[in-house]
């Protein structure tokens, strides 16, 4: 199953404005520009056009967050990882014991 994220429509966590994530990301006034690019953890960095603030785009879940704020699907993948990594420990453990 594909989910287009780009005419699903969007709220910015901010100012509350609504529009689709292509308009969000393609808008272009006075030297300013909507997509500002991807950081390291994977998120995409959206500049509101109503407000100007800094909105991060999770493509993994398709949800706006706030700049500061972290995503449930990167929770989520980090605590699979850690039971993964315990179970791993523990049968060594029980291996050699």
Request: charged residues 25%; glycine residues 8%.
């Amino acid at each position: 199953m594909v989910l287009d994220y780009k005419t699903q429509e969007k709220t910015c966590p901010y100012c509350n404005h609504k529009d689709s994530l292509q308009d969000f990301i393609s808008w272009e006034k006075d030297g300013k520009r909507g997509a500002l690019g991807k950081t390291p953890e994977g998120y995409i960095m959206i500049l509101c056009p109503n407000c100007g603030d800094h909105i991060k785009f999770d493509p993994l879940s398709g949800n706006f967050l706030r700049k500061d704020e972290k995503s449930r699907s990167g929770i989520i993948f980090n605590l699979i990882f850690l039971l993964v990594a315990a179970s791993i420990i523990y049968g060594i453990y029980r291996f050699f014991t």
